[in-house]
């Protein structure tokens, strides 16, 4: 059973950054692929942006790609994503999830509760 505990979300303007932290416990953290969702209110889940176990394969998504950056450090069983420009539009609740890789939320079995990032414009 794996625990997940996202930080750093806040409210920033348009043209801020962000560092979001999603830290593991309870499992072997460098087995698990990790992946970033986001939901916006009244929106569907969306995908963000996955890394491989080793961190070597990552994926974001389109409208990220170039502003989003997403890394781990399997020696502190954490993820990192690193979001800069950021938009209104991002506004959203950041759920990471441990599971296979993929952009599917189907493919992630455990997931963390969330942290909400707010941006103004």
């Known amino acids: 059973q794996v625990q997940l505990v996202e930080t750093g979300g806040g409210l920033v303007q348009a043209g801020d950054s962000l560092r979001l932290s999603c830290a593991a416990s309870g499992g072997t953290f460098s087995t698990y692929s990790i992946g970033w969702f986001r939901q916006a209110p009244g929106k569907e889940r969306e995908f963000v942006a996955t890394?491989?176990?080793?961190?070597?394969?990552?994926h974001v998504t389109d409208s990220v790609k170039g502003r989003f950056d997403i890394s781990r450090d399997n020696s502190k069983n954490t993820v990192y994503l690193q979001m800069n420009s950021l938009k209104p539009s991002d506004t959203a609740v950041y759920h990471c999830?441990?599971?296979?890789?993929?952009?599917?939320?189907?493919?992630?079995?455990?997931w963390g509760q969330g942290t909400q990032v707010t941006v103004s414009s």
């Open positions: 890394i491989s176990r080793s961190g070597v394969a990552t």
């Open positions: 999830a441990a599971g296979n890789y993929g952009l599917e939320a189907s493919r992630y079995e455990y």
